[in-house]
């Protein structure tokens, strides 16, 4: 909540160099820990604190440091390219950390993710278009009522009042789904670490075709229709996850069923 308006009044790829290396920090300091056998959960919880805080800071900021990068009309298809590549990383990404953590450890796959973070700041560096200032940069920013006006703004905007509680309730039920599913994958139908990888991996080239296909849906049948269609349909396929056996067949259909919702 209090990361908004800071957000929103201040450069924004600082933010994001800065939420790289904080999540560099925090990843890095699991095994070095471990080394040293001190690794507690109560780290473990306050790890995943930051990595979260530091991640919304990161998307806070990249989606309009986007479009300070892109002009209007280029944004449909920029965004279209962007969200390919996050679906083709998410894609790749959960099969090789299950092949890592089968291959080595937990705490050597979280070492790599680390590092990652680390590649990912030098790479926002490697910009060099000049950011436009932030709005209103120069005057005095009063946190309390610039997060009310935010609040106020999203609940009397008609459109956005309705893209936001969509978002928080769907959104809501598929992250609170996350834990279950792990849980449900790898000690219910006793999936190895590889396979529950593939589940989570797999589908997310549906994503990355979707991303591709959708510039061209929106502009056949309208934005609109596209969101509504899209957002109806998305919803009917988290129930045959639970009729998956523990066999590779129900894995295949695991991977079916989010690749339909992706």
Known sequence: MPLGPIIEFHRKRPAMISADLIRFATLASIPATAAFGELSYAQLCAVAVVQTAAMIVSNAASNPYLKALAAAPERARVNSRLETTTWTASTLGPPVGGLLVSATSPVAS????????LLAA???LR?????????????KRRWLADTAA????ILHHQTLRKLYFNAMIFGGCIMASNPLIAVYLLRDLHFSTL???????????????????????????????????SGAARCLWMSPILLAPPTTGGLALIIVA???LL
């Open 122 to 124: 030098c790479g926002w």
């Open 127 to 139: 910009i060099r278009r000049p950011e436009p200032p932030p709005p209103r940069a120069g005057e």
């Open 195 to 229: 396979q529950y990888g593939i589940a989570l991996g797999a589908p997310c080239a549906a994503g990355a075709l979707g991303s591709l296909l959708a510039p061209a849906i929106i502009r056949r049948v309208g934005l609109g229709r596209t969101l509504l269609v």
């Open 110 to 117: 979280v070492l790599i993710d680390a590092v990652s973070y």
């Open 150 to 153: 935010g609040w106020q703004y």
């Open 258 to 260: 989010d690749s339909a």
